[in-house]
C-alpha cells in the first residue's frame, strides 16, 4: 500500500523558514513533488524532482524554496525560506510518474497535506 505522509507546516513569520517532508512508503517513484492549495483557489504546482535529480520550479518560488529527495529514505523535501504571506497554503506532496512535472493530473498518489501560515 503506497502512502505519502507529510510534516513540518507550520504558523511563521513573513521571512521565516520551515522544512517539509514527505516519506514514501510502498514504492519508490520516478518523481515526486509539491503543491499547494490556498483558500478558494486551485490546487499549483511548487516543486518536483525526478529520480534523475532534475528539479523543477513554480517562478514564484525559485531562489527562495529548494526541492530535495534523500533515496534510502525513500523521501522528499522542500526547504522554504523567505517567506512571505503569499505562501500561505495548504502544502500535499504528490508521487507518480509524471512526463510534465507541474500538472496535478500527471501524478497518482497524494498525501493529506500539512498546511503552512506565512504573517505579515
Known amino acids: 500500500q503506497v502512502q505519502l505522509v507529510e510534516s513540518g507546516g507550520g504558523l511563521v513569520q513573513a521571512g521565516d523558514s520551515l522544512r517539509l517532508s514527505c516519506a514514501a512508503s510502498?514504492?519508490?517513484?520516478?518523481?515526486m513533488g509539491w503543491f499547494r492549495q490556498a483558500p478558494g483557489k486551485e490546487r499549483e504546482f511548487v516543486a518536483a524532482v525526478r529520480w534523475s535529480d532534475s528539479t523543477y520550479y513554480q517562478d514564484s518560488v525559485k531562489g527562495r524554496f529548494t526541492i530535495s529527495r534523500d533515496s534510502a529514505k525513500n523521501t522528499v523535501y522542500l526547504q522554504m525560506n523567505s517567506l512571505k504571506p503569499e505562501d500561505t497554503a495548504v502544502y500535499y506532496c504528490?508521487?507518480?510518474?509524471?512526463?510534465?512535472?507541474?500538472?496535478?493530473?500527471?501524478?497518482?498518489?497524494w498525501g493529506q497535506g500539512t498546511p503552512v501560515t506565512v504573517s505579515s
Open positions: 504528490a508521487a507518480g510518474t509524471p512526463l510534465y512535472t507541474s500538472r496535478v493530473k500527471e501524478y497518482d498518489y
Open positions: 510502498g514504492r519508490t517513484f520516478i518523481a
